[in-house]
């Protein structure tokens, strides 16, 4: 399975961005999926998930949402009034169960995606 992320972008403070993290391969399901984001100098820091229950980071409540369309396999991240603080380069990331029910659960990492917020 491959995770293909896209979207991240060069924005002003205030604006939106949406990102998507595209799967291909032998899905059969998706237990978790997340967006997590690191900035220059700083940890890896969990953005977004989404399992049994959706959770985000204090920093992101009301601004971000994250959505799965599993007709497409793709995992989105909708951004809103950015600010610098954002700025950061961004994961998707995913436990995907393969081929058929009760077949190996895998983890997944897509290649960031950079988002830059100008101030």
């Known amino acids: 399975v491959q995770l293909q992320a896209s979207g991240g972008g060069v924005v002003p403070a205030g604006g939106s961005l949406r990102l998507s993290c595209a799967a291909a391969?032998?899905?059969?399901?998706?237990?978790?999926a997340a967006w997590y984001r690191q900035a220059p100098g700083k940890h890896r820091e969990l953005v977004a998930g989404?399992?049994?229950?959706?959770e985000y980071a204090d920093s992101v409540k009301g601004r971000f949402t994250i959505s799965r369309d599993n007709t497409r396999n793709t995992l989105y991240l909708q951004m809103n009034d950015l600010t610098p603080e954002d700025t950061a380069t961004y994961y998707c990331?995913?436990?995907?169960?393969?081929?058929?029910?009760?077949?190996?659960?895998?983890?997944?990492w897509g290649r960031g995606t950079q988002v830059t917020v100008s101030s």
């Open positions: 989404s399992g049994r229950a959706t």
């Open positions: 391969g032998p899905i059969f399901s998706v237990n978790y």
């Open positions: 990331n995913e436990y995907i169960t393969l081929h058929f029910e009760g077949g190996p659960t895998t983890e997944y």
